[in-house]
Nanobody
């Protein structure tokens, strides 16, 4: 079991930046592949980024590639998502999630543990 708590969301103007954090507690954080998902208003939850247990391998959805960066600090049991060059279409609730599957995990169903989410709103 792992418990996840996101923070860092907020209201930002187009072109601005935010840094989301996800603090984990419970069993060995470094044994989990971590992901960030988002759910825009009225839409399905979608994958944003995934990072391997070691932090060496990452995956990004095409919509955020080059603007968002996922990273992790296993000593602090924390995964981060740096959001740059934000657009109104990035407005969503952002969730972190953990899985014991490999970095190829993409689907919501492949992730076993979830945080409560943090709201990101980008104004035009």
């Amino acid at each position: 079991q792992v418990q996840l708590v996101e923070s860092g969301g907020g209201l930002v103007q187009t072109g601005g930046s935010l840094r989301l954090s996800c603090a984990a507690s419970g069993r060995a954080f470094s044994s989990y592949t971590m992901g960030w998902f988002r759910q825009p208003p009225g839409k399905e939850r979608e994958i944003v980024a995934v990072i391997s247990r070691s932090g060496i391998s990452t995956y990004y959805a095409d919509s955020v590639k080059g603007r968002f960066t996922i990273s992790r600090d296993n000593a602090k049991n924390t995964v981060y998502l740096q959001l740059n060059s934000l657009k109104p279409e990035d407005t969503a609730v952002y969730y972190c999630a953990a899985t014991q599957r490999g970095v190829g995990a993409r689907a919501r169903e492949e992730f076993d543990f979830w945080g409560q989410g943090t709201q990101v709103t980008v104004s035009s």
